[in-house]
T-cell receptor, first 115, second 113 residues
Framework: DGGITQSPKYLFRKEGQNVTLSCEQN?????MYWYRQDPGQGLRLIYYSQIVNDFQKGDIAEGYSVSREKKESFPLTVTSAQKNPTAFYLC??????????????FGPGTRLTVL | GESVGLHLPTLSVQEGDNSIINCAYS??????FIWYKQESGKGPQFIIDIRSNMDKRQGQRVTVLLNKTVKHLSLQIAATQPGDSAVYFC????????????FGTGTRLTIIP
């Protein structure tokens, strides 16, 4: 999985609880991304960050929050405001310059189930 | 809005045969395309990419073809093996400046032994 780790692999939470998903990369990439994947659908972008201490909303940011205090870490918090949080969450990273700047490397994913 | 779509949601191919997975895109300004392979329960893995100044690019057993006239992208896998069974996604760079990829819904490829 290319130097990107996500933990835990499976996560169960009760409805109404906030939960934080971890994403760490040792590829020295500047940019990091969070996607959500639901059955039969493509990846949808939640948040992304191109530099430390800066991040932007993706297409489905409502009910989620992120931080980027360190280059190698981009944790995602799924808040109680997210209406349908059960999904497979994927973190990715990439360079922001050079020939390979658009190639995103993905982690193994975290499957979140809210009971 | 702009989108990336796939012609077929599932594809079954006999082991050893060649397979072709198709993808249509609608943003004529997109200049970068990428194919990913995703096995069950895992994150997507990079297969091959292509920029719009090319119409063909080859890797190991894989070839990507880009037809900008009809906005069509295809992934050819030669001499398929059981390990090729997975979901394949195409993605396009549709948001310049922010470097955001837009992903299609995926095609499930099954290799029949």
């Amino acid at each position: 999985d290319g130097g990107i780790t996500q933990s835990p692999k499976y996560l169960f939470r009760k409805e109404g609880q906030n939960v934080t998903l971890s994403c760490e990369q040792n590829l020295n990439h500047d940019a990091m991304y969070w996607y959500r994947q639901d059955p039969g659908q493509g990846l949808r972008l939640i948040y992304y960050s191109q530099i430390v201490n800066d991040f932007q909303k993706g297409d489905i940011a409502e009910g989620y929050s992120v931080s980027r205090e360190k280059k190698e870490s981009f944790p995602l918090t799924v808040t109680s405001a997210q209406k349908n949080p059960t999904a497979f969450y994927l973190c990715a990273s990439s360079w922001t310059s050079g020939r390979s700047r658009n190639e995103q490397f993905f982690g193994p994913g975290t499957r979140l189930t809210v009971l | 809005g702009e989108s990336v779509g796939l012609h077929l949601p599932t594809l079954s191919v006999q082991e050893g045969d060649n397979s072709i997975i198709n993808c249509a895109y609608s943003n004529s300004a997109s200049d970068y395309f990428i194919w990913y392979k995703q096995e069950s329960g895992k994150g997507p893995q990079f297969i091959i990419d292509i920029r719009s100044n090319m119409d063909k690019r080859q890797g190991q057993r894989v070839t990507v073809l880009l037809n900008k006239t009809v906005k069509h992208l295809s992934l050819q896998i030669a001499a398929t093996q059981p390990g090729d069974s997975a979901v394949y996604f195409c993605a396009e760079l549709a948001d310049f400046g922010n470097e955001k990829l837009t992903f299609g819904t995926g095609t499930r490829l099954t290799i029949i032994p």
